[in-house]
T-cell receptor, first 113, second 110 residues
Framework: DAGVIQSPRHEVTEMGQEVTLRCKPISGHNSLFWYRQTMMRGLELLIYFNNNVPIDDSGMPEDRFSAKMPNASFSTLKIQPSEPRDSAVYFC???????????FGSGTRLTVV | KNEVEQSPQNLTAQEGEFITINCSYSVGISALHWLQQHPGGGIVSLFMLSSGKKKHGRLIATINIQEKHSSLHITASHPRDSAVYICAVLYGGSQGNLIFGKGTKLSVKP
């Protein structure tokens, strides 16, 4: 199994541009999580899905952020328009609802200039 | 007050030393995770605990549910153990998610 796959690994964009982060969870995992990591706040949950349905999006900072999971094997996190304060590492993780074990992707390091 | 507290925040050790990182939490949990993150790297799950003790190589994790406390021990520490160690608690059962501690930055000197 290739694990949780995130793309791109690094993204540098100009303020105001749209950014799309992608995640492919482990096959058979029915929960998917998007996290953001910053020096100041550590790891924070943005949104999570169970069986492709968004369960809790209370961590999404504002309307500029949106996430979708059109099927069990793919999710996107979109920021439009991006701002410098969105610069962070974004992690995707997946798990099954049995056993509670999490697998994290390698993260996407986003820099908004 | 943070729901998950880790101590110490930073730790410097000499190679070969025994290391302990502590985690205390204030919520009812289904499980507790210890995660490892190398500089610029991804996050790796080291342990998931709901009771007792687990061992993997030089790493040992313990949890006391009644005291809401967990410890991660590293025996015979090595420079490659240098990383950030993050405690995360899972609450809410099968519909729940993780609450993270701020992490402990460990540096092991040769």
């Amino acid at each position: 199994d290739a694990g949780v796959i995130q793309s791109p690994r690094h993204e540098v964009t100009e303020m105001g541009q749209e950014v799309t982060l992608r995640c492919k969870p482990i096959s058979g995992h029915n929960s998917l999580f998007w996290y953001r990591q910053t020096m100041m706040r550590g790891l924070e949950l943005l949104i999570y899905f169970n069986n492709n349905v968004p369960i809790d999006d209370s961590g999404m900072p504002e309307d500029r952020f949106s996430a979708k999971m059109p099927n069990a094997s793919f999710s996107t996190l979109k920021i439009q328009p991006s701002e410098p304060r969105d610069s962070a590492v974004y992690f995707c993780a997946s798990r099954t609802t049995v056993g509670y074990g999490y697998t994290f992707g390698s993260g996407t390091r986003l820099t908004v200039v | 007050k943070n729901e998950v507290e880790q101590s110490p925040q930073n730790l410097t050790a000499q190679e070969g030393e025994f290391i302990t990182i502590n985690c205390s939490y204030s919520v009812g949990i289904s499980a507790l995770h210890w995660l490892q993150q190398h500089p610029g790297g991804g996050i790796v799950s080291l342990f998931m605990l709901s009771s007792g003790k687990k061992k993997h190589g030089r790493l040992i994790a313990t949890i006391n549910i009644q005291e809401k406390h967990s410890s991660l021990h590293i025996t015979a520490s090595h420079p490659r153990d240098s990383a950030v160690y993050i405690c995360a608690v899972l609450y809410g059962g099968s519909q729940g998610n993780l609450i993270f501690g701020k992490g402990t930055k460990l540096s092991v000197k040769p």
